[in-house]
């Protein structure tokens, strides 16, 4: 078995567990579990390790957004406090941020195993903290650099025909030649989604894939694929 091929077995195998735990939360109907992540985990899966100076002078004058976000506004060593602080355009996004978060004990023990900082109900900068959908953002079309998203999409959301609606949304909102950026993701081939809408939406964009296996495999980096979709400058 080649090495590519290993990587596909291992990344199968994480998505095994994830949807198990993500299929026996919904068949109880519960609310899906919200974390707060460190900016170098960020940097790590999105940045290819750039320090945190590079990541940010490259988003300079860009608008990024961040898809179910979560905890992180709140969280003092996150990429949503950093953007904050050195000007950087970023937005939050996550319906709970409608209501806003009453953080207790059980958020503060979740951001410390998924490598978050100190919480801050009152952090600075949380008017960029949006309570919205993924397939109701509201931002103008052609309007958007970046997008990225962790723990959500394809871990949490699997169901194709909304998985069609948001990736419509983000072709909706990104300007062409923009990116989204997502992890962990299982291996893509286009054969494998039933749907003609995705797969009519996904050939709006051009995907590339990168693998990752970290050391702390259950809570930051299982062995799954970081899926980078580009809007392609022409629509075919």
Not at 31 to 50: I, M, Q
Not at 168 to 175: A, G
Not at 220 to 231: D, E, L, T, V, W
């Amino acid at each position: 078995m080649n090495e590519e091929k290993v990587r596909q077995v291992l990344s199968s195998a994480t998505f095994l567990v994830v949807n198990s735990f993500t299929n026996a939360y919904n068949r109880f109907d519960l609310p899906v579990v919200s974390t707060g992540r460190s900016f170098a985990f960020y940097r790590k899966v999105f940045f290819e390790n750039k320090s945190e100076n590079q990541v940010l002078e490259k988003l300079q004058g860009q608008v990024v957004l961040d898809i179910g976000c979560g905890l992180t506004p709140y969280v003092s060593n996150s990429m949503f406090q950093a953007c904050h602080e050195a000007g950087v355009d970023f937005y939050g996004i996550d319906p709970k941020l409608a209501n806003g978060f009453k953080l207790g004990a059980f958020d503060w023990a979740k951001t410390l195993v998924t490598g978050g900082g100190a919480l801050n109900e009152n952090a600075p900068g949380l008017e960029k903290g949006i309570g919205a959908l993924a397939d109701d953002l509201p931002f103008e079309d052609n309007s958007v650099d970046l997008i990225l998203s962790s723990f959500v999409i394809f871990a949490w959301i699997e169901n194709e025909l909304i998985l069609e609606n948001i990736f419509r949304e983000f072709h909706r909102v990104l300007k062409p030649g923009a990116s989204i950026k997502v992890f962990p993701a299982p291996y893509y081939k286009e054969e494998k989604i039933a749907s003609a809408g995705l797969k009519g939406i996904m050939r709006k964009f051009d995907v590339e894939q990168e693998f990752f296996f970290g050391i702390s495999p259950v809570t930051h980096f299982p062995p799954s694929y970081m899926r980078k979709f580009i809007k392609k400058k022409v629509s075919d």
